[in-house]
Each structure stands twice: as C-alpha cells, then as structure tokens.
C-alpha cells in the first residue's frame, strides 16, 4: 500500500493561475475570443496539467491492460473466454483497431499482461504485470483478494513511471478481456448505489436474455460480495478486474507526474471511477476521450465532472477512443502553440 498512498499524497488539484495565463494567450490569437470552443478549453487544461505555458505532445503512449474474468463462466459475453489470449497476439502483430489507431496519431502502443488465463512466450513483447491468471468468478465470491487489487493499482503506477523515464507526454488507457464489461458495470452499480440494468449495456453484442442475466449477475455478485462504496479498493476486490485496477493505477499514476490521461469507454472509465474515489483530484488530470454507448459509462463520467471529446457511436475498447482524442488534444495544445497573434500577424483585433 506504500507505493499507493504515496502517489495518492502527490496529487494536487490543479493551479488555476495556468488556466488565466494559457487563456490570455488564447484570447490574442487570430480569432474571435472563445471561437474555438472545447478545443480552447484542452488547451488551457493542458497548460495547468502540465505547469507549462507551452506544453508538448511529441511522446504519445497508449497502455492496453487485458485480463480474463472468472464471470466469464456465466455466459455474460458474446464471445468465449480465449479470445482475450487471442487479441493479445493481434495487439502485438500490429492487426487490432488500436494499432491502426494508434500509427495514425503516432502513438506507442504498449500491451500489458495484468491478468490472462496462461502465460506467453518470453520472447512476446508483453510487458509482463500478471497478478493470477484470471480473476475468479464474482457471482460466487470476491473476484481477488485485497491483497491482488493493491497489487493491481501498484502494477499500473509503477508501469507509468517506467514508461515516464523513457519520456511520456501523454497517455491513453485501453483494455481487452472477455466478459469486462460486466466487472465495469458492477463497479459503477456499487459507486452509484443503483439497480445493474441502469449501468449495464450489450458489452460485446449480447442478446435481449443476455442482457437480463448479465445484470442479474452483477446483482446477485453485488449482494453477495457487498462492496463497499467507501472503500474503493474493497470495490475493486470484490466486483472488479486485474486491467481494471490496472488502469486505475496508470492514472493515478500520470497524475502524480502531471502527466495527462485520456480515458477510453466503459472498462478505462471504471477504472478510473477507482481512481476518482481514491483521490477526486485525479479527475482533473483526465480527458474522457468519448461517449460510449454502454450506458454506464455516461453516469460515471457525470458524478467525475468530466465531458466527452467524441461521440462516434463507439464501444470497442482497446483505447481506440483514446487514441482519437489524443489528436484533438494535440491540435488544441498546436493552436495554442502555433497560432499567430494579432500583434504578429498584422491583423487588426476587434474594436
């Protein structure tokens, strides 16, 4: 828990001196004053992120988590349980979405084992963060022990460090593992004291009875484990998942570094629905990068203050939406950097 609370203790709510300075800047730019709505207002957050009047978007990282999940066994997911292994070997071949992404916006996609059913060949490029081999089944018991979800936050905490030693703007968060959309559900159930069938969507295309026993299960997982709200690493524990508690740490993490953080759908928004209720701070440090349709994640968003950059109609994972939004931030943080002023343009400003 050191490692934990010791990130936690670093994470300071933002200077709101960095939000004046950078929209003075932006106010002198060729332009109407706010003309350029959001992006405007990325720009500004990164200055105060960052505590630079001209922040950097050159090193982009997206950190992909995959874990398996013992709730797998109740038919919750459209797809069988192999194909989180599976995805694995195709984010390491370059073949997912997130690689197509990620090239495009030129980010380093970096794939990490929190959790997968069965170990990989050494010479893989997985970074390599296994707490147990899948997580065990919440609709019978605790889905890890206290001791893993530490364990979990930690892993992600010290992966962003390493990552930062290597240099590190900005960062996306993505996931893969069968049957984690019921696991992020259940957090945002737990957090918001609400029935499973309000937070809970298709995940990977299930049916309408699908979708019933889905949130059944979460109920029945949630009465019988009894997370408890105030404790969020209890939360973690009991309905939660290794890349989950993952995710959470890499944004405890970059927030700790003044590094900012885009999060992607459902699974990353729980992750840092952990994050959020370790420390509400960290919510300042994020980007919500897009309005999934899994209905959960727009509750979670709300209570965290946070507005989605993109709505495409998105529910992937992998940190695709991550990946995109990371473009717009950079183009936010260009205009800021970039953009002439009126001064040395030779444009007259408004009278």
């Known amino acids: 828990m050191e490692i934990l609370h010791k990130t936690i203790g670093a994470i300071k709510p933002l200077d709101r001196h960095f939000f004046t300075t950078a929209q003075k800047r932006l106010d002198i730019l060729t332009k109407p004053k706010g003309s350029l709505g959001s992006l405007e207002e990325i720009a500004a957050r990164m200055v105060a992120i960052t505590q630079h009047e001209r922040p950097s978007v050159k090193v982009k990282a997206i950190i992909t988590m995959a874990g398996d999940h013992g709730v797998a066994a109740e038919g919750v997911s459209a797809f069988p349980q192999e194909v989180t292994r599976q995805m694995v070997y195709n984010f390491v071949g370059g073949g997912a979405a997130i690689n197509v992404l990620a090239r495009h916006v030129g980010a380093q996609v970096s794939v990490v084992d929190m959790g997968v059913i069965g170990d990989f060949e050494s010479n893989l490029p997985v970074i390599r963060l296994k707490v147990a081999h899948g997580t065990a089944n919440l609709a019978k018991g605790p889905a890890m022990t206290r001791e893993q979800a530490v364990h979990a936050l930690e892993n992600g905490i010290q992966l962003v460090h390493d990552l930062k030693k290597k240099g590190l703007d900005i960062v996306g968060t993505g996931d893969m593992g069968i049957a984690n959309t ?170």
Do not use: W
């Open 182 to 351: 019921t696991p992020s559900s259940a957090i945002a159930a737990a957090f918001l004291g609400c029935p499973a069938r309000e937070v809970t969507g298709r995940g990977t295309g299930i049916d309408d009875e699908g979708l019933r026993r889905k949130s059944a299960v979460i109920d029945a997982g949630i009465a019988l484990n009894k997370p408890d709200p105030k404790d969020p690493v209890d939360v973690l524990a009991k309905v939660g998942g290794f890349e989950i508690g993952g995710i959470a740490g890499v944004i405890l993490g970059a927030a700790s570094m003044r590094i900012p953080v885009v999060i992607d759908g459902l699974i990353s928004t729980a992750g840092a629905f952990i994050a959020y209720h370790l420390c509400p701070a960290v919510a300042e440090y994020m980007f919500a990068a897009h309005a999934s349709v899994e209905v959960g994640q727009g509750k979670m968003l709300a209570q965290m203050g946070l507005h989605p950059i993109l709505n495409l109609n998105m529910r992937l994972g992998e940190g695709t939406g991550a990946a995109l939004a990371i473009g717009i931030i950079e183009s936010a943080v260009k205009i800021l950097n970039e953009m002439a002023t009126f001064e040395s343009a030779g444009v007259s400003d408004k009278q």
